[in-house]
């Protein structure tokens, strides 16, 4: 079986692609994963030993530079995005059985218009579910398209979500569904999401609604990683064992813009008041250590299995990989949400009791969260809920993804 991954996005989109790439080759499929050319991915994919196909513009500059809700310039990124699909991963779906695909409407519409081309299956992927429709939750919004306030019914205001998505998509795909002899799509959203949507969270730490709603067809599998965890840097190590565990903290591919040496202060004052070290990472927004002391120490990238175990806790973002690991470790945690699909799992956590949750930080007010977060009862409760955490959700989808190949 030959399988095509298009995961395009920050590394919480392409990570759990490669977990779910590593579980189909150990079934026998041939996969290969078309992500974005960043170096870093590349380096991910071939650590896990899979084949990637690069694709598109590197995803950190825009990521980087884009203004939070600016929608200048969308209309060219998602015309680029949705020609990649029919270019470069339309020629690396040739003679597939499969395509699985995550990310942006532009991308996934683009892929499920491929997987149709060539009369395969297709399967799409959220690693969040607040991009699934559902009475229970509001859309999360498009840029440039605020949904209004005074709409409060979940339905109507989904109806509005597949009406904008059409506003905003609908001709450029048709354009090139035309060009590749395809018809029209009326409801670009429906037809990138199916009607048996996969999502990849864990059911303790992000459930979904059993009934109702159109809930019924989500596909729930557990959320997806990697097998085998990489050793951590010598460092790193060395770090580890030269005293007390130290607090992480790490906001990933999340930009910071302006506020990136505040935070850094923040975080760093707050673990310090509290007496412990921090280890910072660097991550997209480029953080960088307060000062020379040796209580801290800045990492690049380093594999959240094996550090997280080891830390006191961990102050993040709040994306949803960052948090499954967290939880997986059962140590504390303390979010800082930004954006996108950050709120939810910050109210997760704090739900749970596995933490607390800062949208605006100070050093003050991470120092109190950071409190709470080392209580004892904080941390009996990370690690109740760390052996209810599933462990096997791309070994999962792998079996549901052959099986359905098969028929």
């Excluded at 196909?53 to 825009?62: I, Y």
């Excluded at 218009?113 to 992927?125: D, I, K």
């Excluded at 660097?282 to 800045?298: K, N, Q």
């Excluded at 993040?316 to 939880?327: K, L, N, P, R």
């Amino acid at each position: 079986m030959r399988v095509v991954v298009s995961a395009y996005g920050a590394r919480g989109s392409v990570e759990p692609m490669a977990g779910l790439a590593v579980r189909l080759r150990e079934r026998g499929a041939e996969v290969r994963v078309c992500a974005p050319p960043d170096g870093e991915f590349a380096e991910l994919l071939a650590a896990s030993g899979v084949e990637a196909v690069p694709v598109g513009a590197p995803v950190r500059p825009v990521v980087t530079t884009v203004r939070a809700g600016s929608a200048v310039g969308l209309a060219q990124r998602a015309a680029d995005l949705m020609a990649a699909q029919f270019g470069p991963v339309a020629e690396a779906a040739e003679g597939c059985d499969l395509v699985v695909a995550t990310g942006p409407l532009p991308v996934t519409a683009g892929a499920r218009s491929v997987a149709e081309r060539l009369g395969v299956p297709y399967v799409y992927a959220t690693h969040t579910p607040v991009v699934l429709p559902s009475p229970h939750q509001p859309p999360p919004g498009r840029r440039g398209r605020p949904l209004p306030p005074e709409v409060t019914d979940n339905r109507e205001l989904w109806d509005l979500d597949a009406r904008l998505a059409n506003d905003m998509f609908g001709a450029m795909l048709g354009a090139f569904r035309d060009a590749a002899d395809l018809p029209p799509v009326d409801d670009v959203r429906g037809y990138a999401f199916t009607d048996r949507p996969w999502l990849s969270a864990d059911p303790v730490l992000s459930p979904w609604p059993a009934a109702g709603g159109g809930a019924d067809g989500v596909v729930r599998t557990g959320a997806w990683f990697r097998p085998a965890a990489r050793p951590l840097p010598p460092e790193v190590a060395a770090f580890l064992e030269a005293g007390a565990p130290p607090v992480y903290v790490g906001f990933g591919s999340t930009p910071l813009g302006a506020d990136a040496p505040a935070l850094a202060r923040a975080a760093t004052e707050a673990a310090r008041a509290r007496g412990h070290r921090v280890i910072l990472a660097r991550g997209w927004a480029d953080l960088t250590p307060v000062d020379d002391g040796d209580d801290c120490l800045a990492v690049d990238v380093v594999d959240h299995r094996a550090l997280f175990a080891r830390v006191a806790a961990v102050v993040h973002h709040g994306g949803a990989g960052t948090t499954t690991t967290a939880a997986r470790a059962g140590v504390p945690q303390v979010v800082v949400p930004r954006a996108g699909d950050q709120p939810y799992w910050a109210d997760r956590v704090t739900a749970l009791g596995l933490g607390a949750a800062r949208p605006a930080p100070s050093p003050e007010a991470l120092s109190a969260a950071l409190a709470t977060a080392l209580r004892p009862d904080t941390r009996a409760r990370a690690q109740a809920v760390r052996g209810r955490i599933r462990d096997d959700g791309a070994a999962v989808a792998a079996r549901l993804l052959c099986e359905a190949a098969g028929r």
